[in-house]
Structure formats: C-alpha cells, structure tokens
C-alpha cells in the first residue's frame, strides 16, 4: 500500500501557510505538525487560520519540540531567509531524526556566505543519516538550476546572463514594502545604507551554485548595491498610491567574474507595474541558446511547489547537506509515495 511522506511545518506565514495547505491538498502527503512562534497563531486550530473548509484538527503548536517528534519524516521550515536564525531549528529537526527542506535563501548554497554554519550542518546530518536541502524558486531554479540545465546542448560556453523582472503589485505586501514601494528617493537610499533594504537575498548564492556545477573558475562574485526604480507618474498599488519622483522598486544584480571578465550576470528587476513580467536565460555559446518564460513565474506559488516537491527527493538523497544541484533534476512529484 502507497504511504503519504509525513511533514511538519515550521512556521505559518506569508508563505508557511500556503505551504501547509499545499501539503494537505496532496495525495502522497500528510501533515502531522504545525508549529508557529506568534503569539495570536499558537493554541488555534490550523483549520481556523486557514479560513476554509478542511478536514484537518492540528493545533498549532509554540513549542518545536512538541511537533518534530510526530512521527514525521521531513520537517519544512518557512520561518527566515537568515541561516544564522535558522540554524538552531535545523539542529533541534536533525536530532529528532527528521530530514528538513527550507526556504530560507542563505541555505541554498551556504559555503561562501557562512561556511562554517553550512559545515556544522553537514556534519550534524551526516551523523543522524538525514538530509537537509535549501530551496524555493529563487534561489533554487528559476536563477541558478534552470540556467544550469540550459547548457546542456552546448559545445562552448561563454557567458549567463538571468532576468527575472517581476510586478511587484501583484505580490504580498511585505514583498511591495521589502522593496521599498512608495518610498521617497532619500528614504530608500538611506535605508539600502542602514541595511534595512538588502536587495534581493540569494544571487551570491545562485552564482556560487553555478560556478561549483560548471567549473566556471570564477575569481569574484559580487552583488551590486540596489537601486531605486523611479515612477514618472502617478502608479496605485495595493500599498501605496506611488507619486512620481517616489520609488516603484528595485533592481538588483549579482556578477560572477574570471579574471576581470564577466561570466554570470543576474538581474532582479522588481516594482509596481512592471510590463511585460518574465523570466529570461541568455546563455553565450555555440549553439546560443534563449529561453524567455513570457509572464514569469508566480514566486509564491514556485517557492512553495519547490519545498514540497523536494520532500521524496530528499527522503531518499544521501544524508547530508544538499543544494539543488546535488539532487535529480527537480520535477513535480505529486505521485511519489513514501512505500
């Protein structure tokens, strides 16, 4: 008989919550744990917050200790894009014997950024025989593994460049604020300045995923501090109504570089409006190849197709710490089943 891969969810925001429901909307698996840091989320029954019909009785607990241990096999953690703030929950997963995937973007590929984090994780997984993978659509595929692939019909390579140019109105609104809609051009400069805007989290990642892949030799990876997309009229959005002059988004680039010469470029192109929205690989070759996805893709609802389309990739990987790269090519994976 077909068994369901048993999950809990670390973590019920913006994106934890879609992934929990995703998870009880699938055949092959079965969520036995939920557990959230809010105070107003903790106590409640999942079905409450999740404002719809479902046959669910989970509690959402405060407590992680209270859900690793709920006979699961994978633990999904949706809590923060800092593996610095994540670490101690992959720790407490892996002791309980759980395998983890995560969307936290600094896991995606964590050997430059924080090495020594990425090594204590490695070893900890090794040794309970787990495995532990960091993905989402970005960092995870659309900027990193989806290029990769690409160049598989090439007889040389020369050069990547990645586009990925998204309408921010159209996301969540602490995305529309991550970017700094609706801000004055000053404002926005300060706050890339104090840190409090960073860009988006994961190009150095997705270069560094595919310098290790395609031996690229590159000597210098760079992100380039952001700048402000500007309105030359007046846009309505969601969150603000944005006045001309005021900032729209952000654009965001990364480059990967071989003896002063350019060989990754990734451009991240996000504001209010933005038309048309897609996502572009240009890979430098013989033969060239140009791959255009006209309207993009929806990040959310990539990010959490990715996390759950890992867990039978990862149940059965090699204990350890993994990137995108070390699995099989990624792939829907609704029909897998545990056994």
């Not at 070893?123 to 970005?138: C, E, F, K, P, Y």
């Not at 350890?320 to 056994?339: E, I, V």
């Amino acid at each position: 008989m077909s068994k369901p891969f048993r999950v809990v969810q670390v973590g019920l925001g913006s994106i934890g919550l879609p992934i929990a429901k995703a998870i009880l909307n699938r055949g092959n698996l079965s969520l036995v744990g939920t557990m959230d840091a809010n105070p107003e989320l903790i106590g409640k029954k999942l079905s409450q917050i999740l404002r719809e019909d479902s046959n669910t009785r989970l509690t959402i607990s405060g407590v992680l200790e209270e859900v690793i241990g709920a006979s699961a096999d994978v633990a999904i953690i949706a809590t923060s894009s800092s593996l610095k703030t994540v670490k101690q929950t992959i720790m407490k997963a892996l002791d309980a014997g759980l395998h983890v995937v995560s969307i936290c973007e600094e896991l995606s590929y964590p050997y430059k950024r924080h090495a020594r984090i990425a090594k204590e994780i490695d070893h900890a997984a090794r040794d309970v025989g787990r495995s532990v993978l960091g993905t989402g659509i970005n960092p995870g595929y659309l900027m990193d593994i989806l290029p990769i692939l690409l160049t598989a019909p090439c007889l040389t390579l020369e050069a990547l460049y990645v586009t990925r140019c998204v309408n921010s109105s159209r996301r969540r609104m602490s995305f529309q604020k991550k970017i700094g809609t609706g801000m004055k051009k000053k404002d926005f400069s300060n706050a890339i300045s104090s840190g409090v805007i960073t860009g988006h989290v994961g190009l150095e990642e997705s270069i560094c995923m595919i310098d290790d892949t395609l031996k690229l030799g590159l000597d210098n990876v760079e992100e380039l501090p952001p700048k402000p997309v500007i309105a030359d009229s007046e846009v309505v959005t969601p969150l603000a109504t944005i006045s001309p002059g005021d900032v729209l988004g952000l654009r965001s680039r990364a480059v990967g570089k071989r003896e002063d010469t350019t060989v990754v470029t990734l451009d991240f192109i996000a504001y209010a409006d933005a038309d048309p929205e897609y996502d572009e690989v240009v890979v430098e070759g013989f033969p060239r190849i140009q791959q255009r996805i006209e309207g993009g893709v929806m990040g959310d609802h990539g990010t959490i197709a990715m996390a759950i389309n890992a867990i039978p990739l990862v149940v059965h990987a090699h204990p350890g710490l993994l990137t995108m790269k070390d699995l099989p090519s990624p792939r829907n994976t609704q029909f897998y089943f545990r056994g």
